[in-house]
Nanobody, 116 residues
C-alpha cells in the first residue's frame, strides 16, 4: 500500500521556523523525484520545492527562495522541507508529491499556520 505521510505542521509566529517531513512507503522511493506543494484557502495549489531522485538538484518557487530548503534521505524514505523566516502568506496546507512520468502519489497534507 502506497503511503506518503506528512508531519511537522503547526502554528508558528512570523519569523519562526518549521521542518516538515514526508515519510514514504509502498513504492521505490529513491526512483521518484519529490515535490512539496501548498494550497492556501481560496487559492490554487502551488509548487513550493522539488528535489531530484538523488537529492543533487533542487528547485524552489519564487516566493520561498532563500527561506525554504528541501532535502531527502533515501535510506529513510523521507523528504524534508525546512522552512525559515516564515511569513503569514506561507499559511497553507502542505502536500508531499512523488511523481515519475504519469505515475504519482500524494499525501493528505499538513497544515502550517503563520500568525501572531
Amino acid at each position: 500500500q502506497v503511503q506518503l505521510v506528512e508531519s511537522g505542521g503547526g502554528l508558528v509566529q512570523p519569523g519562526e521556523s518549521l521542518r516538515l517531513s514526508c515519510a514514504a512507503s509502498g513504492f521505490t522511493f529513491s526512483w521518484y523525484p519529490i515535490n512539496w506543494f501548498r494550497q492556501a484557502p481560496g487559492k490554487e495549489r502551488e509548487l513550493v520545492a522539488a528535489i531530484s531522485t538523488g537529492g543533487d538538484i533542487t528547485n524552489y518557487g519564487d516566493s520561498v527562495k532563500g527561506r525554504f530548503t528541501i532535502s531527502r534521505d533515501n535510506a529513510k524514505n523521507t523528504v524534508y522541507l525546512q522552512m525559515n523566516s516564515l511569513k503569514p502568506e506561507d499559511t497553507a496546507v502542505y502536500y508531499c508529491n512523488a511523481q515519475r512520468s504519469s505515475m504519482g502519489y500524494w499525501g493528505k497534507g499538513t497544515l502550517v499556520t503563520v500568525s501572531s
